[in-house]
Nanobody, 118 residues
């Protein structure tokens, strides 16, 4: 399964961006899909995830500002990011945990840079 990530860019503090992540290739079912991010000089951290049962979870610092959603027909997830602040500056990586005939796997999309200016 390949993941294509879209979105990102430069935005002023208080602004909004939307990331998207599309999974394709083969026959699979998505167990979970979401995003990690890696701020400059820091470790990668999970930002948001959506599980197949409909559960979602968010990093505490983005709760109330970020919303993850899914289009299951298109195998695409979206991360709407509102009220961005400089601490949200990072490379964002989408991931998908999925099941194929031979078991469960994880794929990563290419990173997309989100830069929030003060």
């Amino acid at each position: 399964v390949q993941l294509q990530a879209f979105g990102g860019g430069l935005v002023e503090a208080g602004g909004s961006l939307r990331l998207s992540c599309k999974a394709s290739g083969g026959t699979f079912s998505i167990l979970a899909i979401g995003w990690f991010r890696q701020p400059p000089g820091k470790q990668r951290e999970q930002v948001a995830a959506s599980r197949s049962g409909g559960d979602t979870n968010y990093k505490d610092s983005v709760k109330g500002r970020f919303t993850i959603s899914r289009d299951n027909d298109e195998n695409t997830a979206y991360l709407q990011m509102n009220n961005l602040n400089v601490e949200d500056t990072a490379v964002y990586y989408c991931f998908a945990r999925y099941r194929e005939y031979d078991g469960d796997h994880t794929s990563w999309g290419q990173g997309t840079l989100v830069t929030v200016s003060s």
